[in-house]
Nanobody, 121 residues
Framework: QVQLVESGGGLMQPGGSLRLSCTAS????????MRWYCQVPGKQRELVAS???????NYADAVKGRFTISRDNAKNSVYLQMDSLKPEDTAVYYC???????????????WGQGTQVTVSS
């Protein structure tokens, strides 16, 4: 069974940095695009950043220049380096991957369980 597990969330002061990690485990044939989303209570989940297999990245306007998404294909992992954090970055962050399980005929989208990021002084 495939799982995505995030880590690295926590409490940070404004202007600080956090690094989120997400690793896919299980019987995996291939991982395609990987993404980070965020969600605050009462709002829809929003795309923060995405990265292709070759490393091409895209960002939401709100995080451009502050967040960096990267991946390590050998470790089935995606990361989100969050710098110059602001209180409005406070949210639950979820990783997401288009992934084809071993023995599967097509890819599906998988989600992690989420990790809380709180930016407050």
């Amino acid at each position: 069974q495939v799982q995505l597990v995030e880590s690295g969330g926590g409490l940070m002061q404004p202007g600080g940095s956090l690094r989120l990690s997400c690793t896919a485990s299980g019987s995996i044939f291939a991982i395609y695009a990987m993404r980070w989303y965020c969600q605050v209570p009462g709002k829809q989940r929003e795309l923060v950043a995405s990265i292709t297999t070759s490393g091409s990245a895209n960002y939401a306007d709100a995080v451009k220049g502050r967040f960096t998404i990267s991946r390590d294909n050998a470790k089935n992992s995606v990361y989100l380096q969050m710098d110059s954090l602001k209180p409005e970055d406070t949210a639950v962050y979820y990783c997401n991957a288009d992934l084809r399980p071993l023995g599967g005929s097509w890819s599906n989208t998988y989600w992690g369980q989420g990790t809380q990021v709180t930016v407050s002084s």
